[in-house]
């Protein structure tokens, strides 16, 4: 394990990464606490690059419009979710 303020960090950001990328922990100290330095999985980039889809942001719009209608579906619990889920 290393743990680097954020002086170190920002000195030699590939370095880290590269560390992290690995497998090592590398923990990142300031006054505002501590950080774990995680590489991202293959998942949340898919997930990332959805949101930054023109489908999400279309669907998101039609959403508001739908909501702004009074047309939005009360979802009460999970089994409500669950449901609404299905039905797509």
């Known amino acids: 394990m290393t743990v680097i303020t954020g002086r170190q960090f920002r000195a030699n950001q590939s370095k880290y ?5 690995r497998g090592e922990r590398v923990i990142l100290s300031s ?20 949101v930054s889809s023109k489908e999400f942001h ?11 209608a009074g047309e939005g579906v009360t979802l009460r619990c999970a089994e409500d979710i669950e449901n609404w889920f299905n039905s797509l």
């Open 17 to 21: 990464i590269r560390m992290a990328h």
């Open 31 to 50: 006054r505002a606490g501590y950080a774990e330095l995680t590489p991202i999985s293959e998942e949340d980039k898919k997930f990332d690059e959805y």
């Open 58 to 68: 279309d669907y998101a719009a039609k959403v508001k419009k739908e909501y702004e």
